[in-house]
């Protein structure tokens, strides 16, 4: 079985704040692992993907995500948040056959 | 490319009545899946067909069934509508299922 878990639901922050967010999974396979982004009334879009290699990814928007595997840790994070970065973050994680997701993070930046 | 298209956006169904949500893709992915939205639950995997005529359950099947006749299309149907149906529904397609996924703009269903 696999499963993501997302320990922060709902985070709140001042603009130019850094951000990390959590994400931890379990599988006991080869992991391809996503950042995704769901802005308001809009559908999710790639954030960033680690698949192999270098374990720090960046992504757009001056996203990045460091997959720790002792950890089993795939953690978001951005050094300076604006207010459009406002959103629900979910992580993901690609095992056999199908992408579990997290039950998501809602990012509120305040101006 | 249009990617991922879905119909409808917006649908409304009395408790007990059937329909077909809309999903068809145009890059060639053998992979496509549905998910269901609920707040506070992240997305759950309903159905997913790794090509032509194959397809599996995932987290939350019941009440949904699904065929794939094509590798563009891959609609998912409500057999029998039920008020716990009442979610956003997300169809989305990749090269492979592990892979990064493409999504359709969703469907807002309310069963009353």
């Known amino acids: 079985a696999q499963s993501v878990s997302q320990h922060n639901h709902h985070v709140i922050l001042s603009e130019a704040a850094s951000l990390e967010l959590g994400c931890n999974y379990s599988y006991g396979g080869t992991v391809n692992l996503f950042w995704y982004v769901q802005y308001p009334g809009q559908h999710l879009q790639l954030l960033l993907k680690y698949f192999s290699g270098d374990p720090l990814v960046k992504g757009i928007k001056g996203f990045e995500a460091e997959f720790i595997k002792s950890k089993f840790s795939f953690n978001l994070r951005k050094p300076s948040v604006q207010w459009s970065d406002t959103a629900e973050y979910f992580c993901a994680l690609g095992g056999y056959q199908k992408v579990t997701f997290g039950t998501g993070t809602k990012l509120q930046v305040i101006p | 490319n249009a990617g991922v298209t879905q119909t409808p956006k917006f649908q409304v169904l009395k408790t007990g009545q059937s329909m077909t949500l809309q999903c068809a893709q145009d890059?060639?992915?053998?992979?496509m899946s549905w998910y269901r939205q609920d707040p506070g639950m992240g997305l759950r995997l309903i159905h997913y067909?790794?090509?032509?005529?194959?397809?599996d359950q995932g987290e939350v099947p019941n009440g949904y069934n699904v065929s794939r006749s094509t590798t563009e299309d891959f609609p998912l149907r409500l057999l029998s509508a039920a008020p716990s149906q009442t979610s956003v529904y997300f169809c989305a397609s990749s090269y492979q299922g592990m892979n990064e996924q493409y999504f359709g703009p969703g469907t807002r269903l309310t069963v009353t």
């Open positions: 890059m060639n992915h053998e992979y």
């Open positions: 067909s790794v090509g032509a005529g194959i397809t």
